[in-house]
Each structure stands twice: as C-alpha cells, then as structure tokens.
C-alpha cells in the first residue's frame, strides 16, 4: 500500500516569503506528526495532531508555523515570514492511533527539503 | 524528561563484522525505545521497538537491541555487516507515557560506513 507522502520534494524560497508543505498520511491512520531535521541532526518534534485537532503542538519554534488537519487526513505545514534558519527537511509521520500511548509505530514520509535564501 | 544519548557520530565497520552502535537512554518512567535507520535520500525506517516486553527485541535485517535497564542502554547489534546497511542510524525514545503526546525524541545519529 502508499506510504506516506509529502510534497514538494524540494521548495526553495526567499526569505520573508510564505510557504506551504503538504502531508498525506498512510489512509486510515489517525494521527499525524510534523518533524524539523536540521542538517547533522536528529529530527525534532514540532506538532502532533490526533483527527483533525493539535493534540500537542509544543515543538512549533514560534508563531509563524502553524499546521492544520481540516478532516482529519491531509496535513499543511504553513510557515510564514520564513527565515534563513528555517532551512532543513521537514519530516512528516503518521501512525494508526491504536496501539498502547507511546509504543506507535511511526511511519515517516521522504520529507521536503526547505531551503530559504 | 525523555533524552536518548547516541555515543558515537561515526562508526566504520568492515564487511563480514560485527555492527554495535551505542545508545544511552534517560527517562522517569519505563520507556518506549526504538532505533530508526536513515538511507540517504530516503524516509526513516523502523528497525526495531522496545516497548516493555521481552528485552532482547528483533528487527528487521538481522539487527536486533537489548534494552538493560540497569545500564540505561539500548545498543544496536547486528552480527555481519553489509554494505547496504550503510546509512545513518537514530535511537529514539517515545514521550508518550501518561499524557496527550506520542512524539518521539531522537538522538544525533550515527553514521554507519561500511568498508568492502
């Protein structure tokens, strides 16, 4: 079956403009996580949506991300004013949502390379 | 809170040997452990999970872990490399215990080269 997917691939951008990364999860799961991997690093968490609220977004770096789940399947990560910082590959996962609290698979998707110059 | 230690960037192995990548965990409660493997250009695989149940966990490629919590460790072990396994390898903790979050906590990573 389809993993998960996100597009673009790769998104170069100037800084201060706007940009949007879109996820589409494994059909039927329920929960979907944004990840931020700076180059040489580990992924860092960002947002977690379970349906279509932010069950924890607390790894959003400051109010210009913001992510929505409108129905509870695609996911947009929308970041405004964008900043050279903001650089890396944005991972997106999802997960089915019925294993045990913290012992979910995440199945991760290939990721969008942002690159703002 | 959750935190995993990856004690080694680098690791450089030949064909045919054995493969240890090293992983300290600190948590407050009984953690959820996985080990993800990253290809270049590629999504992150799971390779195993340790949640709880029997500490000598398998995964896939011939890669297993052993969670010793008296050690805090969860090292990554595979008995004869191979070249594909060539990739860059994160030890993740879960922080899913008791609350409204399942994110995972990953380490640095390690870069596994094999040598022919």
């Known amino acids: 079956g389809a993993g998960v997917s996100q597009t673009p691939s790769n998104k170069v951008t100037e800084k201060g403009k706007y940009v949007e990364l879109r996820c589409d999860p494994i059909s039927g799961h329920t929960a979907l996580y944004w990840y931020r991997q700076s180059l040489g690093q580990g992924p860092e968490f960002l947002i977690y949506f379970q349906g279509t609220g932010a069950a924890d977004d607390s790894g959003l770096p400051n109010d210009r991300f913001f992510a929505v789940r409108p129905e509870g399947s695609v996911s947009t990560l929308k970041i405004q004013r964008t900043e050279r910082g903001d650089s890396a590959v944005y991972l997106c996962a999802s997960s089915p949502g019925s294993e045990r609290e913290g012992e979910e698979t995440q199945y991760f998707g290939p990721g969008t390379r942002l690159l703002v110059l | 809170a959750q935190s995993v230690t990856q004690l080694d960037s680098h690791v450089s192995v030949s064909e045919g040997t054995p493969v240890l990548l090293r992983c300290n965990y600190s948590?407050?409660?009984?953690?959820?452990l996985f080990w993800y493997v990253q290809h270049p250009n590629k999504g992150l695989q799971l390779l195993l999970k340790?949640?709880?149940?029997?500490?000598l966990v398998k995964g896939i490629n011939g890669f297993e872990a052993e969670f010793k919590k008296s050690e805090t460790s969860f090292h990554l072990t595979k008995p004869s490399a191979h070249m594909s396994d060539a990739a860059e390898y994160f030890c993740v903790v879960s922080d899913g215990h008791g609350g409204a979050t399942n994110k995972l906590i990953f380490g640095t990573g390690t870069l596994l080269a094999v040598q022919p």
């Open positions: 340790y949640t709880s149940a029997a500490t």
């Open positions: 948590s407050s409660y009984s953690p959820s």
